[in-house]
Every structure is written in C-alpha cells, then in structure tokens.
C-alpha cells in the first residue's frame, strides 16, 4: 500500500498534506518525537486502508534535562543538536535545535563503475517547542515547529547519462498543534484540535532541465484545520462521535513538466463525520469478546479550474477475541471499505497528459491476525496476520516514452499476503532480536484489452519478498546492534519486463554505543556502520542510493 494510503496524526492533527498526499518526513527530526504507534488495522476514529501512523511529541516522561550532541560521517555530513526539558508540577515545557548540512557526494555503483553522487548536498535548521500543561481533568497543549530544508536534486542516472542536474529544492515548513483533553466525567472525554500547516516550495533549474521552459517556480500551501470528538464510556461499551474539517490551497498549479497550466490557486475544503463503537461483551467460552465497528462520511469541496464536489461513505468492523485455554493469545479480524481521493500532484501537476479525470482509489480489505505472548527462554510475543485487499481505480505512476512518470489509473487491483513479525528478549534483557517478514502479492486483475499485457501482473515497485532481521546486545555500559533487511525484486512498469526491474538487495548495518558517567554528566558515544557489505541497490528506477557510510556520534545528558 502506497504512503498517500496511510493517515498520519501528529498530536491527533491530520497532516497529510493535499499535495502529495503524505507527509514530508524530511521537515521533521527525530528529537521532536516522543512516541510513534502505528495502528494497521484502522483506529477507534479513523478508518485508511494503508492504516494510521501516530506521532506524539511534548516530554511525555515529564524529565528534567539538557541535551547536547553531534554527529559527523564519511560523506562529510556534520549535525549538530541540543535540547532542553522541564517539567514542575502541572507545567512542562520542551524545545530542540538541529543543524545539518552535508555535500553528500556519496559513492554509488552501476553498471559496475563507482561513481559519486552529484548535486546531492542539503543544509536544514529545524526549531521546535512544546508547552503542556495539565490537571487531574484537564490537559492543554501546545505544539510548533520550522523547518529549513535547501537540497540538490542530483536527478536520474540512466545508461550512457551519469550527469546530474544542477536544480536545487528549498522547503520552508512551520507546523503548530493545539491541543485540549477534558475530562467532563468519569464516563465522559472530550478532545479538540486546531492546527496550521505552511509549506513553501521554490525550485531553482539554470540548466532548464526539468522546469523546460523557465529557470525556477514556487509555490505555497497552506492547511488550516478542526478537529473534535467526544467518547462516552458505559461499562462494557465505548462509543465515539468526532467532526473535522480542513481548508486548503496552493497558491500554483503549474506542471513541472509543460507549464500548460496558467499559474493559479487551488483550493480544497474536507469535512469527516464519523462515529464508532466498540463492546466487551462477556461469554462462559471466551476469555474476553470483543466487537467494534465505525462509519465515516466524507465531503470534499474542489475549486480548481472547476467547482467540483465530491462525497464518500466508508465503514469498518471488526472482532477480537482471547479463548480461555491461551489468554496470552488473542485472535482477530476486521472488515473496512475506504475511498482515496487524488493528490494535486496527481490530479493537476501533470496536466499535458490530461489527468484531471484521474479517478479516486477505493478499497475493501480484510485482515485476520493472531497475536500471542509467550514465556519461553525469555520473554517474546509472535504476530501473524493475513490480508485481502480489493482495489478500484489503483493509482500509479508509471514510465513514458518520454522517461518521465505520470499517474494513472489501474481499473482493479488485488493484494494478499502474510506479515510476520516475532520479537524476544532473552537473558533478562542482555539479547534481543526480532524478525518480520511480508509477502504481499499484488497484482493487476483488470484487462484493457486480450493483448494487455500488464493483466496479472505485479504493482510496480512492490516486492514479493521482504525480511527484517534485528538484535541487540547489552553488556554493562556497551551496546551493540545489528539491523538487517532483504528486499526482493520490483518491477518499475506495469508489464513486468525483466529489463526492467530492480534486483534485490540485503543490506547489514552495525552499531557499537559506550555510555559513561562524569560527575553528574552522562555521555553516549556511538559508531554507525551504514550498507557495510557495500551493497549496490536502488529503492526507485535511476536513483542510486550509498555504498558504505561511517557515522561516529556523540551525546551528553546534563
């Protein structure tokens, strides 16, 4: 399932944005963070059929501290943080700086030369702050952050064409949550959110590579969005009830690829009305029984050259369950049918090819699961679960003759497969490891014609096979860990070519820590190994990623 596919809630605020329609990671760092869950079978209030990605920040742990380190690697990348948190009483107060800048002219193989990646250099500041404060009923929170990211776009590497691009890409990002938590009473919770979301975007090309008929372009995208539910509990049953709205737009439209399109503004308004209920219901036979089920209904206003709109219904249930013989072990499944309206980069970015009819993504996926905790030699818990999903109208992007990719709709799709994933501690927490595994077997089941020769075929960029395999090893003070995954091969066209594919890869990444005290300063030293085998792989057609990168990082807690 593609990322415009999953929901991401940053302090319960939605923040896919409409262009893309995910969330650009970039403009985040990981110090900003405090917990991330991701829930794949839809959660009690949203219903996404590529799951829910959440992301909490604002010194949950309410800890006293400062924090200062660095970091510096083999492509002479250098970043430099601090961070700062306090917490007294009902008040807490949180706030991180990074800076980070590198040529990134890292080595790459093809065609079994090595080379070094041009054009690929990138500096970012990123600033954030977090205020709580909170009550035995009451929390208030409040959350921002800016970013500054200016980038290279180093371009595609082809047979007979290794150059790079000269463009360059400036993202300037300021993103603020608030957020109220009332309890009104034992039974009875009430939770709003407000949140404001500007992103601008400036692309420099001197060389008029990928702009064609202008040297640079900008836009601006702004997101102003509401959110409120109310969840009520009675013994055994909860019950939600939410509202949310978002107005959007980007000030241009212009397609990178022809400027076909006059410079204008889009605009887009979203409203969700969902409700959803979920009942423990008691059973001589059972452990514990329980059913949920949850139904959305979604309008979308469009002003975009047209006033067009557009409104969906999409539902979920589902039932959980632990027998009394293993009540470590619980078996579930669920049923959801959900709709994905088109990007602006889908709909308009490309108009010269026309796809301003591109048709919305729907789906009907089942999943069933069976998760388990077990002692034995150490603690572990195994996860198994099997998945169906039907799809309409499945958006790709796929090549031209013109060797650039534009979106397109595939009629029908069907994807099913197994995840896996086993995690044990043993020896009292010295190892750890986990395992996890997918196959997912994604494929075309709509043909255009006799002769189509994409009908049965696996959805481009989607592997069959993929394997992670991680442990770690804790010994007084030192840490050692090793991180491993095997991607299978990807087809990057719809016909499945063997020419064009991307073979698999494996890559091992290491990591060795030391932790040690002076006086009442506590110090983190850290060696990273990146692709230590130098593996040569791709994650996208005629985008080389690095051979070996050595990373040494240092952290004091004061």
Same mark, same amino acid.
């Given at each position: 399932m593609s990322s415009e596919n999953t929901l991401i809630l940053f302090n319960e605020a939605r923040v896919n944005d409409l262009r893309t329609g995910s969330f650009d990671f970039s403009t985040l760092e990981l110090y900003a963070i405090d917990k991330i869950e991701y829930v794949k079978n839809n959660s009690a209030d949203n219903i996404s059929a590529? /799951?829910?990605? +959440?992301?909490?920040?604002?010194?949950?742990? %309410?800890? %006293?501290?400062?924090?200062?380190?660095?970091?510096v690697n083999s492509n002479l990348t250098q970043k430099y943080f601090g961070s700062i948190s306090y917490s007294k009483n009902n008040f807490s107060f949180g706030s991180n700086y990074i800076r980070s800048y590198s040529p990134n002219e890292y080595n790459y193989i093809f065609e079994g030369e090595k080379l070094k990646r041009k054009n690929a250099q990138y500096?970012? !500041?990123?600033?954030?702050?977090?205020? +709580?404060?909170? =009550? !035995?009923? @009451?929390?208030? +929170? @409040?959350?921002?952050?800016?970013?500054?990211?200016? =980038?290279?776009?180093? /371009?595609?590497?082809?047979?007979?064409?290794?150059?790079?691009?000269?463009?360059?890409?400036?993202? %300037?990002?300021?993103?603020s949550i608030a957020n109220v938590n009332y309890s009104i009473s034992n039974n009875l919770v009430f939770v709003s959110t407000l949140s404001y979301h500007n992103q601008f975007l400036e692309m420099e090309d001197p060389q008029n590579q990928l702009l064609i008929d202008r040297n640079s372009q900008s836009s601006t995208f702004n997101d102003l969005a509401f959110s409120s539910k109310l969840t009520y509990k009675f013994r055994k049953l909860n019950i939600l009830l939410g509202y949310n709205i978002s107005d959007?737009?980007?000030?241009?439209?212009?397609?990178?690829?022809?400027?076909? @399109?006059?410079?204008?503004?889009?605009?887009? !308004?979203?409203? %969700?009305?969902?409700?959803?209920?979920n009942c423990l219901i008691p059973s001589k036979y059972l452990e514990e029984l329980n059913i949920s089920a949850g139904i959305n209904y979604q309008l979308i206003n469009e002003d975009i050259y047209n006033k067009l709109e557009h409104n969906y219904l999409s539902y979920k249930i589902g039932l959980s369950f632990t027998p009394l013989f293993a009540?470590?072990?619980?078996?579930?499944?669920?049923?959801s049918s959900n709709y994905r309206h088109p990007t602006f980069n889908e709909k308009y970015y490309s108009g010269f090819f026309g796809n301003s009819g591109l048709k919305g993504e729907e789906y009907k996926s089942l999943n069933i699961g069976i998760n388990s905790k077990f002692n034995i030699l150490g603690k572990g818990e195994i996860e198994i679960t099997y998945f169906t999903i039907w799809g309409n109208n499945r958006i790709i992007w796929a090549p031209t003759i013109l060797a650039i990719q534009i979106p397109r709709n595939i009629s029908k799709i069907k994807s099913d497969g197994i995840e896996l994933r086993f995690e044990q501690s043993l020896f009292h927490s010295l190892f750890n490891w986990e395992i996890l595994y997918t196959y997912t077997n994604a494929r075309n089941i709509s043909a255009v014609s006799e002769d189509d020769k994409t009908y049965n075929k696996q959805i481009i960029y989607t592997p069959l096979h993929r394997v992670n395999l991680n442990g770690s090893l804790n010994i007084s003070d030192f840490r050692f860990s090793a991180n491993s995954s095997f991607v299978g091969k990807r087809y990057f066209t719809p016909d499945n070519t063997e020419r064009n594919s991307l073979a698999p890869y494996f890559l091992l990444d290491l990591s060795a820590s030391y932790q040690f005290n002076i006086s009442t300063i506590e110090n983190i030293f850290t060696i990273n190994i990146y692709n230590i085998l130098d593996e040569e792989y791709f994650i996208i057609q005629s985008y080389p990623m690095p051979l070996k990168t050595i990373s040494i990082n240092y952290q004091a807690r004061l």
């Open positions: 590529g /799951g829910v990605l +959440k992301i909490t920040s604002g010194n949950l742990d %309410n800890q %006293n501290s400062v924090n200062i380190g660095g970091m500096s970012k !500041t990123f600033v954030n702050a977090d205020v +709580k404060w909170s =009550s !035995t009923d @009451f929390v208030l +929170k @409040f959350y921002t952050h800016y970013s500054h990211l200016s =980038s290279g776009l180093p /371009g595609f590497v082809v047979t007979n064409n290794t150059a790079s691009s000269k463009a360059l890409n400036l993202t %300037n990002s300021w993103l959007s737009n980007v000030d241009s439209l212009t397609t990178y690829i022809s400027g076909i @399109f006059s410079s204008t503004t889009g605009k887009r !308004t979203e409203q %969700n009305i969902y409700t959803s209920a009540k470590d072990t619980e078996i579930l499944t669920s049923f």
